[in-house]
């Protein structure tokens, strides 16, 4: 809204969306307060056990576990790395609040991925569906995270809850999309393979596609769980703790000391779950044969 | 009662198919039909039966529409209109469920690029359509073995396909086609991603494997020589349409077009052309206790140096040259008995290719003699004869007057 608006756009309507965007989250937060409230007691109910786990336990035995995960998924030098990154988090005044935030991240990215996934197949089954979801996935990944927030708060008033949802809506569109694209670049001779020795499409789903597209979904968990991260922090802002709290705080305080831990917590969660959940993939007899059979083309 | 049963079958993609059908229907080229119709024309009006047992090859270039063709064979494509009916089932009014029976039960098929699943050891993928028909384990296992054992991978069952060469790969595809029990068999280009080398090896396994268990196959290739090498019947395809259905034979010497006729302008005729279609007529045949007057007389007539002779049942004996005629009339015989020999001529069978034909036409002083199973004489060829016969069949020229033709792989559509 120029103040040096041409004469020429004056015929223009006026739209709106913001007043109207205002109004029908008015009406949910009235309608729908009971859905909410119980959406608040489920993400609740699995936050704060997890956290009380992550953070209740010595540092030493995180470390140790997460290193142990780490040897068995890469071998010892990533456990290796590992265990030096997290034992400098712990060496650091924050530990407490990087747990509360993996804690979040690993919640907000489960329920994210029970519904990423299962979207992404219907979506890679049904031309329909794709085109219904894909401008709204389109809409969910460019609008400024911060945007989130707001009706968030309205919905969950500030705290954990609010911040993991945010995290959840956040997070999940490379997971429906990466699980389409991975269903819909299975081979299709093989996919007509299954098909033709009369295998009903639950069997091709389940016994062909699906291990066949699992490289590509897992790619879809890990970008998940990145973004999840990445918004987590900023989920900081309506009060939903850990790293978030401690980078907000040193932003508005202008404490670079304090905001570089924080961050430096940050990079090293990051790294540590992109690998892990990177090779996680590699797990899986099928992705391991296409890897093979990869190499050899 | 045929096999498999292709009426009238059309596949239009695009929209307004109807409008596309009623177009195509009068026989103008599809480029012609559709213009300015937002459709493509993959097949039209394909008709053809496929006889239990044969070997059916449709053979054309991409693009002509032979592996929309087959897919619509087992219905992986819903035809626009027309009908496949399998072993008297029609198929393209059959609801998903019994269409899936139909296809564990009576049709498997073999693809282009193999199409095993990655992530299945070579036995599981073997026994593919014994799982997806549920099949106890145990007994899943033993039948994906037998198939392994036919095509000589036993020992390669546990291995991934990612282990195997192209060649092998290929035979776990047939195996897995084979292990499914159906009598159809369909192999969309099977061999064609294979070295010329293996292709042929396997060419070889499946001929011998359908000798042993005579499946209906109807085989889509592009490559002449493989249709040839291995149909008993070959249809081939051009821009959508069946342009002729026959024999490698008939093919070969009577092209129903000049398309047809510059596609097999190419092909190794030596291969395909037997010795029963290039045989003459032999001129002097003699039994043999003809006396050797007659003998004289007979090559006096047909100003020819030989005579072929037979023996009881009408067996061929040799030949008798005309020195030996008249050594015989010096020495006052009554007989031709003792004079016929086996030196001066060599003998083949009716099938034998032109291209083995050549060392014998060269070594034999005399023409070849052609005998049939129970070694009768039915024919012979000159050299001469052998010459012209290649030089004849080029496709600018008649054949049909030059060489004179026996089918021997079938009889005619």
């Not at chain 1, 103040?3 to 109004?23: F, H, N």
């Not at chain 2, 053979?59 to 529409?65: D, I």
């Not at chain 2, 249809?235 to 008939?250: F, K, L, N, P, S």
């Not at chain 2, 030996?324 to 086996?342: I, K, N």
Request: glycine residues 8%.
């Amino acid at each position: 809204m120029s103040l040096t608006q041409s004469p020429l756009d004056s015929w223009l309507p006026r739209v709106p969306l913001g007043a109207w965007t205002e109004s029908a989250v008015d009406w949910a937060t009235g309608a729908l307060g009971p859905f909410f409230d119980g959406v608040a007691a489920v993400v609740e109910a699995l936050v704060r056990p997890l956290n009380d786990l992550l953070t209740g336990v010595p540092a030493v035995v995180v470390v140790l576990v997460l290193a142990g995960l780490g040897w068995w998924l890469r071998g010892w030098k990533f456990a290796l790395g590992t265990a030096v990154g997290l034992g400098l988090v712990a060496g650091m005044p924050y530990w407490e609040e990087t747990m509360s935030t993996l804690a979040q991240v690993l919640v907000a990215s489960t329920l994210a991925l029970l519904m990423a996934i299962p979207l992404g197949v219907l979506v890679a089954e049904n031309k329909r569906a794709s085109a219904v979801a894909r401008p709204v996935l389109d809409l969910m990944q460019t609008m400024p995270a911060f945007v989130y927030l707001i009706p968030a708060i309205f919905f969950f008033g500030i705290g954990t809850v609010p911040g993991v949802l945010a995290t959840l809506v956040f997070s999940m569109p490379p997971g429906v999309r990466l699980t389409e694209l991975g269903l819909r670049q299975v081979d299709k001779e093989i996919v007509q393979a299954a098909e033709s020795f009369g295998a009903p499409p639950w069997m091709v789903l389940l016994r062909t596609k699906l291990p066949l597209a699992l490289p590509t979904i897992m790619t879809g968990v890990n970008q998940v769980i990145m973004l999840a991260l990445s918004m987590v922090v900023i989920a900081g802002m309506v009060g939903a703790g850990g790293l978030g709290d401690v980078i907000m705080f040193a932003l508005s305080q202008v404490e670079v000391g304090s905001g570089f831990e924080g961050g430096i917590a940050v990079v090293i969660l990051a790294v540590v779950l992109d690998r892990l959940t990177d090779s996680a993939g590699d797990r899986f007899p099928s992705a391991r044969a296409q890897r093979l059979a990869r190499q050899a083309a | 009662m045929s096999a498999l049963i292709v009426q009238s079958l059309y596949k239009i993609f695009g929209s307004r198919a109807d409008e596309a059908v009623r177009r195509l229907a009068d026989g103008k080229p599809r480029a012609e039909a559709l213009a300015g119709l937002p459709a493509t024309a993959a097949v039209i009006d394909a008709n053809f039966e496929v006889r239990p047992g044969e070997i059916f090859v449709v053979m054309g270039l991409s693009g002509s529409g032979k592996s929309t063709l087959i897919r619509m064979l087992n219905g992986l494509l819903q035809p626009t209109r027309g009908s496949v009916r399998v072993d008297g089932v029609e198929l393209t009014t059959l609801k998903p469920a019994a269409l899936r029976k139909l296809r564990r039960e009576k049709v498997s098929m073999v693809f282009q690029h193999f199409a095993l699943m990655p992530h299945r050891t070579v036995l599981e993928n073997a026994g593919y359509a014994l799982e997806v028909a549920g099949l106890p384990k145990a007994e899943r296992r033993e039948r994906a073995m037998d198939a392994l054992r036919m095509v000589g991978l036993t020992e390669w069952a546990d291995n991934l396909p990612h282990d195997l060469s192209g060649g092998m790969r290929q035979r776990v595809g047939l195996a897995r086609a084979l292990a499914a029990g159906t009598e159809i068999l369909l192999m969309d280009e099977a061999f064609s991603a294979l070295d010329p080398l293996i292709r042929r090896e396997i060419q070889d396994q499946l001929l011998e494997l359908q000798a042993e268990l005579g499946k209906t196959i109807i085989f889509i290739t592009h490559d002449l020589n493989e249709a040839m090498r291995l149909g008993d019947r070959i249809a081939v395809m051009r821009d959508g349409r069946i342009v002729q259905i026959g024999t490698a034979e008939e093919i070969l010497t009577d092209p129903a077009n000049d398309y047809v006729a510059q596609f097999v302008a190419d092909v190794d005729r030596t291969r395909i052309l037997t010795a029963a279609s290039v045989m003459e007529k032999p001129q002097q045949v003699l039994d043999v206790n003809a006396g050797p007057r007659v003998a004289a007389k007979a090559l006096r007539e047909s100003q020819t140096s030989v005579v072929y002779v037979t023996g009881p049942m009408k067996r061929f004996l040799g030949t008798v040259t005309e020195d030996e005629v008249l050594r015989a009339l010096r020495e006052g015989r009554p007989h031709l008995d003792g004079y016929v020999s086996t030196e001066r001529v060599r003998t083949v069978t009716a099938d034998t290719s032109v291209a083995d034909l050549f060392a014998d036409c060269a070594e034999s002083q005399h023409p070849v003699a052609v005998l049939d199973e129970r070694d009768r004489l039915i024919g012979v060829i000159p050299r001469i004869t052998l010459l012209s016969a290649l030089a004849a069949a080029t496709p600018d020229e008649p054949t049909q007057d030059q060489v004179e033709l026996v089918g021997t792989k079938g009889e005619p559509a």
